[in-house]
Every structure is written in structure tokens, then in C-alpha cells.
């Protein structure tokens, strides 16, 4: 797929760049151009998330995607990923910026999910040129670019001094809206998100939350209620909905039988009643 590059001048240069501080003289784009991406919102947060902060990620950007919002990060490890995959799942459009040149996906380890945005009819877009490497200064610049791009800009989990907050900095200095979903006060990777709350930042506890913001009206039910077939997928189900989302304290609190379990948890996910978050954590859908 060829790479694009538009100018400032271009009729498809997005208009939110042009209001920003330093808007970038070139954009690098593959996949859809970004002239008909909006409602659009920044999901970001920790790299190194919680079981958590992956669930809350994972149902946020899937529950907004499912509703038309594009999902807007920056491709990095931990939420980044889970909010571009869980858009992908929900059938989305979710766009990565990135650091460096497009020629290279940092990091590597997310190229896969890279093409499966581009074959999904998602972007992935730089400021930097071909054989540009995504140098450590280059992120702070790139979080401008992943603020811009929304409508709002919401950090589902972050530590007290976690890059995501620069994100969220970036917003309040574009006047965009900034929200974050609260977390538990005894946890370390809460501490940011709980004290941009407490600086005014909107709290999120659904996608519900964000559409009320952007004052978008709902078209579907967000999150149907999910039955089991059999009394062992029900109870499943049950812990499940109750937060408790790891494989082995699921299986633990079923008391099933291991063979029973792995059963149940198989046919549970091939119909389509639970998805995993990823490391060993389940979802429902």
C-alpha cells in the first residue's frame, strides 16, 4: 500500500490539525483518508495496564465503535493496543498515529494489528517521513497529534506521571474534552486518571457517559444482556459480570471441574457470549 502525503494546503488535511499550536507541515497517511472519520475519540492510558484497566479500555473503545465513533491512539503497548483491538472487534474504524516513519511499525510487535486496521478501512498516520525513526522526542510530539485528532480524549488508567497525561494536557490546550474512568484509590496505575477527575476532567463509566458528552444519540442497545445455554456457562457468565475476569480465579470461584470449565469457557466464546481481553482475561460482549 502506497504511503499519501498531504500539505497543509491539501483539501483533506485535517481541520483540527490546523487549529493546534504546531500543526504538522506534512502528513504521512496509509490506508483512508481523514476526510470523513468524525465523531472521533482518544481512548490512551497505561502501557502497562491492570486487568482492570484492559477490561474498562476494551469495553469503552468497543462500545463507542460499535456506535460509529472512530477510535483515535497511538498503536504503543498496553492500552493503545487493547483500544485499536477492541474497535476492530466491534466491526469500527479506529486510526493510529505514530511516532516515526510509516515504513516501520513501532513496535514491531504490533504489525500484525497494524494491517488488520488498514484492511479494516482504518488509517495509520505520521508526520514523519519514510526512514524516520520513532525517536524518544517524537512521542511527546505525536500525543499532540493523537489529541487533535478527537473530539474528546479520555485515560482510562494512569499512573501519577504516565505519558497518557501529556495526552490529555495536549487536549485541555486544543479546548478539547478530556474525561477519565475512575479507579481504585489503593492502586498506583489509578492515581493519574483519579486526579485529572479531580481537576475537572469528566468521569467516564460507560460509553453512555461519552455519547452524553458529545451529545451523540445512541442507535442500538449498548451491551445486550448475555444468557448461558446451560447452568455452567450461566455461572460463568455471572462471575464474569461481576469484574472478576482472569481465567484461573474465574475457573477458581466456578469450582467446575477443569475439563468441564475449558468446555464451557470454549463454547461460551464460540457463541459468541464472551471475547478475550488478552493475558488470560475474558470479557463478555
Known amino acids: 500500500m502506497k504511503i499519501k502525503n498531504i500539505t ?37 492510558g497505561s502501557r502497562k495496564l491492570t486487568a482492570y484497566g484492559r477490561e474498562v479500555t476494551y469495553r469503552l473503545s468497543y462500545d463507542l465503535a460499535k456506535q460509529g465513533v472512530t477510535i483515535v491512539s497511538g498503536l504503543a503497548l498496553g492500552a493503545d493496543g487493547v ?13 493510529a498515529v505514530l511516532a516515526g516513519g510509516l515504513d516501520s511499525i513501532h513496535p514491531s510487535s504490533h504489525r500484525n494489528l497494524a494491517i488488520d486496521i488498514l484492511k479494516h478501512s482504518g488509517s495509520l498516520i505520521s508526520e ?3 526512514g524516520r525513526p520513532p525517536l524518544k522526542q517524537n512521542f511527546v510530539a505525536r500525543n499532540r497529534l493523537v489529541a487533535a485528532l ?11 506521571a504516565s505519558g497518557s497525561l501529556i ?9 478539547k474534552l478530556v474525561g477519565a474512568i475512575p479507579g481504585n484509590i489503593t492502586s498506583g496505575q489509578s492515581v493519574g486518571t483519579n486526579n485529572l477527575i479531580k481537576s475537572g476532567a469528566t468521569p467516564i463509566t460507560s460509553a453512555q457517559d461519552v455519547l452524553d458528552a458529545l451529545g451523540i444519540q445512541a442507535t442500538e442497545r449498548q451491551r445486550a444482556e448475555v444468557f448461558g445455554d446451560t447452568k455452567e456457562e450461566q455461572l ?23 475439563a468441564l470449565f475449558n ?3 470454549t463454547m461460551l466464546e464460540i457463541s459468541g457470549k464472551i471475547r478475550p481481553l488478552g493475558a488470560a482475561h475474558w470479557t463478555l460482549s
Not at 497517511?29 to 475519540?41: F, M, Q, R
Request: charged share 25%; glycine share 4%.
Open 128 to 130: 514523519h517521513p519514510e
Open 236 to 258: 460463568i457468565i455471572d462471575i464474569i459480570r461481576e469484574g472478576i475476569t482472569e481465567l484461573d480465579h474465574i475457573q477458581s470461584k466456578s469450582e467446575l471441574d477443569p
Open 150 to 160: 478527537s473530539d474528546m480524549v479520555i485515560v482510562t488508567e494512569a499512573a501519577e
Open 83 to 95: 483500544a485499536h483491538q477492541a474497535a476492530l472487534d466491534a466491526r469500527g474504524r479506529t486510526i
Open 167 to 175: 495526552t490529555a494536557r495536549f487536549a485541555l490546550e486544543q479546548n
Open 8 to 44: 497543509k494546503k491539501h483539501k483533506r488535511y485535517p481541520a483540527y490539525f490546523l487549529e493546534i499550536a504546531s500543526p504538522p507541515k506534512e502528513l504521512y497517511i496509509l490506508g483512508e483518508d481523514l476526510d470523513s472519520y468524525l465523531p472521533a475519540v482518544t481512548i490512551v
Open 263 to 265: 468446555q464451557t469457557i
